[in-house]
């Protein structure tokens, strides 16, 4: 055994600007960028002395997308975009030469379509997304217990959002999203083509609120919600999490005292205290997800 300390150190600056115009009445383009300035630092010390890695690195992140209004309650959007990671801290660590890691760069493609129902009281969203991913951290099979870079994943998949009221004091959230996620690069042949890891090919969740308008129980509100993920792949194919569903509840209430609104407020998570897995990150190493929990909170405004 050796002893062993790692120190990280990051710090990140970002300037972004963002314009929207009107090219027509029905027809809207956004242009935006952001710049990023990161500066980091991983100093490491053992019995064979002390590695002190600091990387500079600068990236543009331009982003794109157009609006058209096809009547008056539905729009089509499309957009593209680029972003950028730094790779820094304990968990990513050094290569086995001793290097820090390069930024993992992005790009995404979009379409879809945004609509408005009883007023503009509802709103809807479905949209279709391509996205691919550079310089992933893989296994290095020259050197057990290291990494390199020589990865690439890519994400495809469509996503449905609706949020809004549905009659006075009943509000909806809801969401969907089928992900098709696949690794396209490895230096391990055989991992071409499998699920990253934690990325449920389905997920969704719906939550239901309903607050008294009027009465004797104005300002009380109930809400309940469920989760639902499939199962996540592990890290070489050959084991799985399963899937899950699990359900939360909440009340609350709202009142004045004076000048301040104040809000008493009971959570559950996990109502069934269901057993789950959440994420992982190899066959020994699973994250379990919450158990049964109930958290009470008292907020006030003035």
């Not at 956004?30 to 500079?56: C, K, P, W, Y």
């Not at 309940?224 to 084991?239: L, N, P, Q």
């Not at 699990?246 to 104040?262: E, H």
């Amino acid at each position: 055994m050796t002893d062993f300390d790692i120190e990280s150190e990051l710090n990140w600056v970002g300037i972004y600007l963002q314009d929207q115009v009107s090219l027509l009445d029905n027809l809207i383009l956004l242009l935006g960028g952001r710049l990023d300035f990161v500066n980091s630092r991983l100093i490491s010390r053992d019995e064979f002395g002390v590695l002190d890695n600091r990387v500079e690195d600068t990236a543009f992140s331009p982003r794109v997308g157009i609006v058209y209004r096809l009547i008056e309650p539905l729009s089509l959007y499309a957009s593209y975009s680029e972003s950028f990671l730094p790779v820094s801290g304990f968990s990513a660590g050094l290569t086995f030469e001793g290097d820090p890691f390069e930024q993992t760069t992005g790009q995404q493609f979009e379409i879809g379509a945004k609509a408005e129902f009883l007023d503009g009281r509802l709103g809807a969203t479905l949209a279709l997304y391509d996205l691919t991913k550079q310089n992933v951290l893989t296994a290095d099979t020259d050197n057990p217990g290291f990494q390199i870079q020589t990865g690439e994943q890519r994400s495809r998949g469509i996503e449905f959002n609706v949020i809004g009221e549905i009659i006075p004091g009943l509000n909806v959230l809801g969401s969907y999203a089928y992900t098709d996620a696949r690794i396209t690069r490895d230096n391990r042949p055989d991992r071409v083509g499998l699920r990253p890891i934690n990325t449920p090919e389905h997920a969704g969740s719906l939550w239901l609120t309903y607050e008294f308008q009027q009465g004797s129980l104005q300002g009380l509100g109930l809400g309940a919600g469920v989760f639902t993920a499939s199962r996540i792949d592990g890290s070489d194919g050959t084991y799985f999490l399963p899937g899950y569903a699990t359900v939360d509840l909440a009340t609350w209430y709202n009142f004045s005292a004076g000048d301040s609104d104040i809000r008493l407020q009971l959570n559950i998570k996990n109502l069934f205290d269901t057993d789950y897995y959440r994420a992982t990150s190899s066959r020994g190493f699973n994250q379990p997800g919450d158990p049964f929990t109930v958290i009470g909170s008292v907020s006030v405004t003035f």
